[in-house]
């Protein structure tokens, strides 16, 4: 008796894209997760912890942990787990804690009584 697979990939569906990784190209896997596509090239560095700055990469891959944010087409803190790949992505691994835009106080409504 012959095994077969339980799941089949779709007809086109790993078409080769070109994104570009850190500044470097790589031609990764289409029809999959930016962090699926990464890990296929060969990528295994997507983060850094904001206080040790220990490595990271994908863990559940599937939105709960939060440890493969990237940064996709300068947009910050993007679970890449969560993202399909497109060709022309440029996607930068994240370095620490990112910076919050800045914060007006005069247009800031109070966020309870005491004003916190």
Do not use: Y
């Amino acid at each position: 008796m012959t095994s077969r697979p339980l799941f089949k990939t779709l007809p086109g569906a790993d078409a080769p894209v070109e994104i570009w990784f850190n500044d470097q190209p790589l031609r990764v896997p289409g029809g999959r997760s930016v962090a699926a596509a990464l890990l296929a090239a060969g990528v295994s560095r997507f983060r850094a912890t904001p206080v040790s700055g220990a490595p990271r990469a994908p863990f559940c891959m599937m939105g709960a942990c939060f440890e493969c944010l990237v940064e996709i087409d300068g947009v910050p803190s993007r679970q890449s787990c969560m993202v399909t790949v497109r060709d022309g992505m440029r996607i930068h691994s994240q370095e620490g804690a990112r910076d919050l835009p800045p914060f007006d106080q005069t247009d800031a409504t109070l966020e309870n009584a005491h004003g916190r």
